[in-house]
């Protein structure tokens, strides 16, 4: 398939959005917004460094197109009647790309991590008494007072997000940068042909399971269509449409400008 047109693209949502389409190919060529320098979502807050994020990242709760938080990769939580206990749990068959079960202590470890460094987490943290695994799939986040706006910072869709890691990477402090790009997302990132200027790939997670709802902006089920996303680094405008033109890239990304 040659896909001859330019495709506008939300910063937050960004390249992500495009594996979720019905394409005939098994490999997607994208011209990106910028180079992919940084692979830490936690570190910096450039869109393609998010446009990354969400390629192969997952999180607790995502925003649907009304802008309401609705479980992701939590299957329930429940509520104390004072508002003060959440109790999260997580649903069945999640994975890292390196094939271990997520656990709960996993997401404990992402969220202090994100707490530490973004500047909704920091307000939560203001809120938070303790956040502690009770089991491998459930935990439960503790609160000095109400704050009803948990699940909707959890879900938050612009840098820095709450993307779960395993535990061993989400432990570093925010402070010092990771290199391991293990998350549990539908896609992987395939760090060994990543160059840096030229091109980053990602390859589709065979055991990643979807929700199964509709897919809802960030919400609901995450469909993987494609094997392979390509991100071919054409900086020249001209370069990158010629390449359009002559079936070399399927798309170019851009991000798209509110009006005044």
């Known amino acids: ?122 307000l939560v943290a203001g809120f938070t008494a303790s956040v502690t695994a009770d089991n491998p799939t459930t935990f439960t986040w503790k609160l000095k007072e109400p704050f009803g706006q948990l699940p909707a910072s959890l879900a938050k869709i612009a840098s820095y997000s709450a993307y779960m890691m395993p535990e061993r990477i989400s432990s570093t402090p925010a402070t010092t940068q990771i290199d391991n790009p293990t998350g549990s997302g539908a896609y992987m990132f395939d760090k060994a042909q990543w160059n840096p200027g030229v091109k980053a790939v990602y390859k589709k997670f065979t055991s990643y399971v979807p929700r199964s709802e509709p897919s809802d902006m960030a919400a609901g089920a995450r469909l993987a269509k494609v094997d392979t996303v390509e991100w071919i680094l054409l900086p020249d405008p001209a370069v990158a449409t010629a390449a359009l033109v002559r079936g070399e890239v399927d798309f170019i990304a851009r991000i798209q400008l509110a009006s005044a």
């Open 1 to 122: 398939m040659k896909a001859r047109r330019l495709l506008p693209l939300l910063a937050g949502a960004g390249i992500a959005a495009l594996a979720s389409t019905a394409y005939a190919q098994s490999v997607l060529r994208v011209v990106p917004i910028a180079d992919l320098k940084i692979i830490d979502p936690i570190w910096t807050s450039t869109s393609i460094t998010l446009n990354h994020a969400n390629m192969i990242y997952d999180t607790l709760f995502a925003l649907n197109a009304k802008l309401e938080p609705q479980p992701q990769m939590v299957e329930r939580h429940t509520v104390s009647a004072d508002g003060l206990t959440y109790t999260f749990t997580l649903r069945p068959g999640l994975k890292w790309h390196d094939g271990t079960p997520v656990t709960a202590a996993d997401c404990v470890a992402s969220v202090k991590r994100w707490m530490s460094k973004d500047s909704r987490g920091v």
